[in-house]
């Protein structure tokens, strides 16, 4: 059996292969963690609320109903953990065969408005939730899955 020795030096240090390989190990390792700190984290909360938004189809019937003849107008305000308007954020509204987004973003003041249209119920269906998605730079998403009702009156 033959044994392989690692060469030294006059102070017993190991040279070559090792000594690089630890280099380049630690070099990789500080380059990781640079990369990984530089990933946006959205941190944030924040909070979103429905200012105006339930819809009374109205007449109780037991068919397929379709709201298209009408737009529902439903405003959104937005703000975070300290209670501060979010300037920018979108606002999605999906639910009852329909999906809504925000034309404008919201305003300085956290606010938007967003237009409802081709929302429907099934026949035999009594109700319909809309969710609603909220998304802003540096804040978490936020969603409600009962934000509005679409029901029969």
Partial sequence: MHIKKLRRNSNGQVLGLPMYLIIVMIVAVAVIAAVIFMIPQGTKTMNAQIISGSVETGDGSTGEITLSDFDVQIQVTT????KD??????VRLVGGHTVSESQNPTDA????????TGAKLDPNINEAYL???VKAA?????EDDQAVI???G
């Fill in 138 to 142: 540096g804040y978490e998403d936020f």
């Fill in 131 to 133: 969710k609603m998605t």
């Fill in 79 to 82: 703000n975070d953990e300290r």
């Fill in 150 to 152: 679409i029901y029969r």
């Fill in 85 to 90: 308007p979010i300037e920018g954020a979108t």
């Fill in 109 to 116: 003041d956290g606010y938007t408005t967003l237009t409802v």
